[in-house]
């Protein structure tokens, strides 16, 4: 199942490159349903706080009617930063489902792990390395092409 959301996940990155965004892509999963999704804007909606996971966490927070989002699944592509750990486990998302690290803002483990700190009041399963390549691909195609 893990790869089925995170082709979805994928989905979404693709709609940010195709706008000029960085492409990351988040879904957020209840049930084995889909109940939100999100894609990075910060560049479109001109909101430094606009990433993939929060759109999606915002999403499915008014999907469920409340800021609770425990029995939650969210796949992202890329590692999230430390805004978006914090939005996570302040919104009690129960598992994150990564595709590729970030070795510039990774707070799940590659520069920081804000993830499983025995001192917050909630902590995150993490799983990385779902479609790791074509996270990853994305993300350097996307770059490449903006150095051209």
């Keep these: 199942m893990d790869e089925f959301f995170m082709r979805l996940a994928l989905e979404e990155a693709r ?3 195709s706008i000029g965004e960085v492409p990351v892509g ?9 109940i939100s999704n999100g894609c990075n804007m910060k560049e479109t909606l001109k909101d430094p ?3 993939a996971e929060i759109i999606a966490i915002r999403g499915a927070s008014k999907y469920l009617g409340g800021w609770r ?6 796949y992202v592509t890329l590692e999230p930063c430390p805004m978006c750990i ?3 486990l302040n919104s009690r998302i129960d598992r994150l489902v990564i595709g590729t690290r970030d070795p510039k803002m990774g707070a799940c483990g590659t520069l920081i792990d804000l993830t499983n700190n025995e001192k917050f009041n909630h902590n995150v399963n993490v799983s990385f390395g779902v479609l790791e390549k074509e996270c990853s691909d994305i993300i350097k195609k996307f770059f490449h092409e903006l150095r051209k």
Excluded: F, P, Q
């Design 69 to 74: 989002l425990s029995g939650c699944i969210m």
């Design 49 to 51: 706080t606009d990433h």
């Design 86 to 88: 914090g939005a996570i």
């Design 26 to 34: 988040a879904v957020i999963v209840h049930n084995e349903k889909v």
């Design 15 to 17: 709609k940010a490159y």
